[in-house]
């Protein structure tokens, strides 16, 4: 199936949660220039669906091909894999999330996108830009959305033929946060012989507002770390060029805290010293590495100091449950022998000060 104008034609999947994001989306996807999509189809997934209609942020120009589809709330995994089952016989699905803002050439980059893919490429990557704060440096969140810039096979943007999820069933629902079920997908049509490319399009992904404690909440992402090593072994991490982090470090400082609180409630005074000690210098090095690059503000140096105690345990608690709950999760197929990566900007983005 082609466009009008002899294009590869696709539909775009936006999951959503209603955030007002969404409509300045919507927005730049309708004013980009060049051939527009075949068809929009949004994922409605709020666990409550009350409140505005998620059509409400439709632009006039989009509305005749805009379908709503109610996802499950078990994440953007589910929900885009709702969202591409429904998007018609289209060859070509473009996953957007709801808070990114394609470029004035968008349509007509993809088009060019597409049109270069040959049989055997499953996907075609965007270029995503951050855009920071000028005058200061960047908060720690911020650093960690700047991330996504050079994150592989981010699906904030990313073009994905048809018969290439149909292949290997789309992307897998036990991941149910925005992390790693990109890096998990990419994987699989990798090793059943397909090939990603890099994309000329652009999009904007904007630093969303957040709150203090957004950086321990996010260690739930090191449950999903475990479901990838047992889908796909334990170089996933090379596979997928994605940053390892610091979770061996979390672990020790978590367990040098549980060390001094057990050799206290042992009589242990100077047993417990030195696991205090050794939990003190490990917070206050990780403070450290998180405060230098950042603005240095007194909010910012309080959230930094009280969320660097917090991160650990949290990172340790999840690591845990992730090896809990995934510890008889089998491989997911036999993978063929490693070979190069192509070049391109995939996997996801990391959790912040981790």
Not at 115 to 136: D, F, N, Q
Not at 270 to 283: D, K, P, Q
Request: charged fraction near 20%; glycine fraction near 10%.
């Amino acid at each position: 199936m082609t466009g009008p104008d002899g294009t590869p034609a696709y539909a775009v999947v936006i999951p959503t949660l209603g955030r007002p994001s969404l409509g300045a989306c919507l927005r730049a996807l309708a004013l980009a220039d060049g051939p527009g999509p075949e068809r929009v189809v949004l994922v409605d997934d709020r666990p409550d669906p009350a409140g505005p209609a998620v059509t409400a942020h439709v632009p006039p120009a989009l509305r005749p091909r805009t379908t709503v589809v109610r996802g499950a709330a078990r994440g953007p995994a589910a929900a885009r894999n709702a969202g591409w089952r429904a998007a018609g016989d289209v060859p070509w699905i473009v996953f957007l999330d709801d808070d990114v803002v394609p470029g004035p050439g968008w349509a007509h980059d993809l088009a060019v996108d597409l049109a270069a893919a040959t049989g055997r490429v499953a996907g075609v990557t965007a270029r995503i830009e951050v855009p920071l704060p000028s005058g200061r440096r960047p908060t720690d969140w911020e650093r960690a959305t700047a991330g996504l810039a050079t994150a592989r096979w981010i699906t904030a943007d990313l073009a994905y033929r048809r018969t290439a999820l149909e292949s290997v069933g789309g992307f897998d629902e036990r991941f149910r946060r925005a992390f790693r079920e990109d890096a998990d997908l990419a994987l699989r049509l990798l090793d059943a012989g397909w090939t990603l490319t890099e994309g000329r399009r652009t999009t904007t992904h904007p630093v969303r507002p957040t709150g203090r404690w957004t950086s321990v909440r996010v260690q739930a992402g090191n449950a999903d770390d475990v479901l990838m090593t047992r889908l796909h072994g334990r170089d996933w991490w090379h596979r997928a060029g994605a940053p390892r982090g610091r979770l061996p470090a979390h672990l020790a400082i978590t367990a040098a805290g549980l060390g001094a609180v057990a050799c206290a409630l042992l009589h242990r005074p100077r047993s417990a010293a030195y696991c205090g000690a050794a939990w003190l210098a490990g917070t206050a090095e990780f403070t450290t590495a998180r405060v230098l690059p950042g603005p240095r503000t007194r909010d910012e140096i309080l959230t930094m100091l009280l969320t660097s105690a917090a991160i650990p345990p949290a990172a340790t608690w999840h690591w845990l449950r992730g090896r809990i709950t995934h510890r008889d999760v089998p491989p997911h197929r036999t993978r063929q022998p490693h070979r190069p990566s192509p070049r391109v900007r995939s996997a996801a983005g990391e959790r912040t000060g981790s």
